[in-house]
């Protein structure tokens, strides 16, 4: 009877060293715990979320005239440019996500000896971001969450006045006062003719489209010829972008400057009000038993993969107490970092958010 139970006990180890020797097909470990040099694996990398913020800002660049300092003199206008400079003006702010590769969820797999005729196959994006694993040979397509783009806005110079009118004028050999004294005859012409215009002084009855279009060019004139005493504003809309990386421990970030004379400066070394960008986390995996940070660095797990549910997160963008855009949206980061067995089935992540999207059993 002794002789027996040794018997099956020798069978049921042997058993257990087979069954161990087929499934320890690979072990998962933190990058940072690898050993230099170690070859017998790969990297991968779980995605984290990335603020993408594109800030729409007026920049206006002020000329001085040659006539400038008779505007007062002529016109009584005292609103004018005494020396160059630029302005800015902050439109908008529009916010969109964009994924890159989380060096805090960036793992390490050791591959073994894989027995019993399956093959494992991981499919991994260049930059390093997994899409699938396990043991279909066909390359899994990357199932990702859609990308909210942001509008690119980018006009032309807007020139508020023609240069060539001040040019043909200064090379007509007049001085300045009487260029000036022209310039203010020429806009107190135009705008005696709006005022006929518009009180019904000339016999012709316009209609409403035509009396309009001749009113838009008049004020077109007498801006231009105003600007001529005033000086040059050249208008054009720029596009500044800014990236964010949420943060758990740092709810709020201050991430760039922005003034009226020095525009739009990354980071905190600028003057001006300050751009924050508030991330509230929405605790939607609070539920969620997952292991703790110093947990998933410090174990390795045996035949097992990392994947992610992403968090949602209330997201404010302010410059000073005012609030540019508050939105709610998915942040990878803020949520729980899980793992799933991989031995047997095929696991397709969401390359956006490090989901595991499909699952399929061998």
């Known amino acids: 009877m002794d002789r027996f139970i040794t018997r099956i006990t020798m069978a049921m180890l042997a058993l257990t060293l087979m069954v161990g020797q087929l499934h320890a097909q690979f072990s998962t470990t933190f990058a940072k715990n690898v050993n230099p040099g170690q070859q017998n694996g790969l990297y991968y990398s779980l995605p984290q979320t990335m603020l993408k913020l594109d800030f729409i800002i007026e920049e206006t660049q002020l000329e001085k005239s040659p006539l400038s300092d008779y505007a007062s003199n002529y016109m009584g206008m005292a609103d004018y440019v005494e020396y160059e400079t630029t302005e800015y003006r902050l439109l908008d702010v529009q916010m969109s996500t964009v994924a890159s590769p989380d060096p805090n969820a960036l793992f390490f797999v050791t591959l073994g000896s894989v027995r019993g005729g399956s093959k494992t196959r991981f499919d991994i994006m260049p930059n390093g971001i997994i899409r699938s694993a396990g043991f279909d040979d066909t390359p899994a397509e990357a199932e990702s969450a859609p990308v909210r783009e942001s509008k690119s806005c980018c006009d032309g110079?807007?020139?508020?006045?023609?240069?060539?009118?001040?040019?043909?004028?200064?090379?007509?050999?007049?001085?300045?006062?009487?260029?000036?004294?022209?310039?203010?005859?020429?806009?107190?012409?135009?705008?005696?003719?709006?005022?006929?215009?518009?009180?019904?002084?000339?016999?012709?009855?316009?209609?409403?489209?035509?009396?309009?279009?001749?009113?838009?060019?008049?004020?077109?004139?007498?801006?231009?010829?105003?600007?001529?005493?005033?000086?040059?504003?050249?208008?054009?809309?720029?596009?500044?972008?800014?990236?964010?990386?949420?943060?758990?421990?740092?709810?709020?970030?201050?991430?760039?400057?922005?003034?009226?004379?020095?525009?739009?400066?990354?980071?905190?070394?600028?003057?001006?009000?300050?751009?924050?960008?508030?991330?509230?986390?929405?605790?939607?995996?609070?539920?969620?038993?997952?292991?703790?940070?110093?947990?998933?660095?410090?174990?390795?797990?045996?035949?097992?993969?990392?994947?992610?549910?992403?968090?949602?997160?209330?997201?404010?963008?302010?410059?000073?107490?005012?609030?540019?855009?508050?939105?709610?949206?998915?942040?990878?980061?803020?949520?729980?970092?899980?793992?799933?067995?991989?031995?047997?089935?095929?696991?397709?992540?969401?390359?956006?958010?490090?989901?595991?999207?499909?699952?399929?059993?061998?």
């Open 157 to 362: 110079p807007k020139q508020v006045y023609a240069n060539k009118k001040l040019m043909d004028l200064v090379s007509s050999g007049k001085s300045n006062a009487q260029l000036a004294k022209e310039v203010s005859d020429k806009i107190e012409e135009i705008r005696n003719a709006k005022f006929k215009l518009v009180s019904g002084f000339y016999e012709v009855a316009f209609n409403p489209e035509t009396l309009n279009l001749m009113l838009q060019k008049l004020n077109e004139m007498e801006e231009e010829y105003t600007n001529l005493l005033l000086g040059n504003h050249a208008k054009k809309t720029v596009v500044k972008t800014v990236y964010v990386v949420p943060n758990k421990e740092v709810p709020v970030q201050t991430v760039a400057k922005f003034s009226e004379n020095e525009g739009l400066t990354v980071g905190t070394a600028g003057s001006g009000s300050a751009i924050s960008v508030q991330t509230l986390s929405m605790n939607t995996t609070a539920a969620i038993n997952a292991p703790s940070q110093s947990a998933v660095e410090s174990m390795s797990y045996e035949n097992k993969l990392f994947y992610r549910i992403p968090d949602m997160a209330n997201v404010k963008v302010m410059c000073g107490n005012k609030t540019l855009i508050e939105d709610r949206v998915v942040v990878n980061q803020l949520g729980a970092l899980l793992t799933a067995p991989l031995m047997g089935a095929k696991l397709v992540f969401d390359t956006e958010t490090g989901q595991i999207v499909n699952v399929k059993m061998q």
